[in-house]
């Protein structure tokens, strides 16, 4: 019985971590956190949109997590506001657009905590499948363009002079970043999806000694906050999302006390 009950959130977990990992590395060496934070918190403009014209959850929410992402993404070329001033701006815009849409429409009962917080308990089997299906479509793209993905972040315009094309490889990273978290807003919901980004690589990096080891690693810490949270929730009675963003943030107070590599 409890097998039956933890097996589908445990393994949609797991997916979602085991991508984080190598996007979660992008995201610190590029200082990305509050781009990651704004994609989120559109997430949940998506849900209302998909909710108001019918369309199934993930669609919806893919769909305004991608065309958002490719907004910032040429908006950040402009010079006339701070790139982290219009990520607040629009960060803060699209929840509340995406909590007042969902406040009038009183026809559909939406679980609003779920949406900011997770609920990955309600996840099914095949939702499970579905979001380890996405997650390899995604490891995969990651993998094939690891290298370029690498030089336009160690240094663009060397980059860009080696024939790497750097507009369209960060392009593809945002939109990657996008797709992954429109997939983990039910594991643990728009506003703790940034910290399981940023926490997990943050603790791997003393322990690294190469960005793919790293990324590896950050993967793997994931994974055990994933395990280390849900058993918070099933033995505490806690919510599932916080539970693993505090079991990630345990492995990151241990990697500070831990001897770092030599």
Not at 106 to 113: A, G, R, S, Y
Request: proline share 5%.
């Amino acid at each position: 019985m409890i097998i039956e009950l933890l097996l589908p959130p445990l393994l949609a977990g797991l997916a979602i971590a085991l991508v984080c990992g190598p996007m979660g590395a992008f995201v610190v060496w590029r200082r990305m956190a509050f781009f990651g934070d704004t994609l989120a918190h559109g997430s949940l403009l998506g849900a209302a949109f998909g909710l108001a014209v019918g369309m199934a959850l993930y669609p919806a929410v893919i769909l305004c997590c991608v065309m958002l992402a490719l907004i910032l993404t040429a908006l950040q070329r402009q010079q006339f506001i701070a790139n982290d001033t219009l990520l607040g701006i629009v960060a803060h815009t699209t929840l509340a657009l995406g909590i007042v849409a969902l406040s009038l429409l009183p026809q559909v009962k939406v679980d609003l905590f779920g949406f900011l917080f997770g609920d990955l308990l309600a996840v099914g089997l095949a939702e499970a499948g579905l979001l380890w299906l996405g997650a390899s479509l995604i490891l995969l793209v990651l993998v094939l363009n690891w290298r370029q993905l690498l030089s336009i972040t160690v240094n663009e315009e060397l980059a860009k002079v080696e024939g790497v094309p750097t507009h369209l490889t960060r392009t593809l990273l945002m939109v990657l970043l996008a797709l992954l978290i429109a997939g983990a807003l039910r594991t643990v919901g728009v506003l703790l999806i940034t910290s399981l980004l940023v926490i997990p690589p943050a603790a791997a990096r003393r322990f690294s000694p190469t960005p793919e080891h790293m990324a590896i690693l950050a993967s793997i810490i994931g994974m055990v906050a994933v395990v280390g949270g849900l058993a918070m929730s099933w033995f505490l009675d806690t919510p599932v999302g916080p539970s693993i963003v505090l079991a990630a943030a345990g492995t990151f107070l241990a990697s500070l006390i831990l001897p770092a590599r030599a």
